[in-house]
C-alpha cells in the first residue's frame, strides 16, 4: 500500500486559498494490482464547502463512498483510466447524485483530473464560470506546483 502523502502546510494554504473544489486520491488495489476505489488524501475547503461536509471528514473516505453515483455515470472509468495511463480527463457535462452526508448536486460540471503518483489530483466546478472563478488548467498546474509528486 502506497504511504499517505504529506501535504504540508504551504501547499495546504494554497490550496486552500483557490475558491475551486480540489481533491486528491490514491488507488484501492486487490492483491492482482486492479484499482478497486480511491482513497481521498486531501480535499481543499472550497470541496468541503460543494460536499457540504468538513473537508477532514472526506479525507480518508472512499470516492465511491462519497459519491456514489461516480460508478453509475462513468467518472470512475475515467478516474482509473487517468491512474493507468496517465492520460488526462477532461470533461464538460451535466451530473447529478449525492454526497454521503452531505448535498445533493444536479448541475453542469467542468470536471479535471490528472495522475498525481498512483492516484489523481481533480479539480471541479459548476459551469457557467462565474466572473473572476480561474480556469480549472490554472488551479491544476497550481496543485501540481506545491503538492508532492506522488
Known amino acids: 500500500m502506497a504511504a499517505r502523502p504529506t501535504i504540508d502546510d504551504r501547499a495546504r494554504e494554497t490550496l486552500d486559498a483557490i475558491d475551486v473544489p480540489v481533491s486528491v486520491a490514491r488507488a484501492i488495489r486487490d492483491r492482482r494490482d486492479r484499482i478497486l476505489d480511491f482513497r481521498l488524501v486531501f480535499v481543499n475547503q472550497a470541496g468541503g464547502r460543494w460536499a457540504g461536509i468538513d473537508r477532514e471528514a472526506l479525507v480518508g473516505r472512499l470516492a465511491t463512498e462519497v459519491i456514489p453515483a461516480l460508478r453509475i455515470d462513468g467518472l470512475y472509468e475515467a478516474l482509473e483510466r487517468v491512474v493507468l495511463t496517465g492520460e488526462r480527463f477532461r470533461e464538460n457535462g451535466y451530473h447529478e447524485g449525492t454526497v ?37 488548467e490554472a488551479v491544476i498546474a497550481t496543485a501540481q506546483a506545491v503538492l508532492p509528486p506522488g
Open 100 to 136: 454521503a452526508g452531505g448535498l445533493a448536486f444536479s448541475a453542469t460540471f467542468d470536471l479535471m483530473a490528472v495522475r498525481l503518483g498512483d492516484g489523481y489530483l481533480s479539480a471541479w466546478a459548476e459551469t457557467p464560470a462565474p466572473a473572476g472563478r480561474p480556469a480549472l
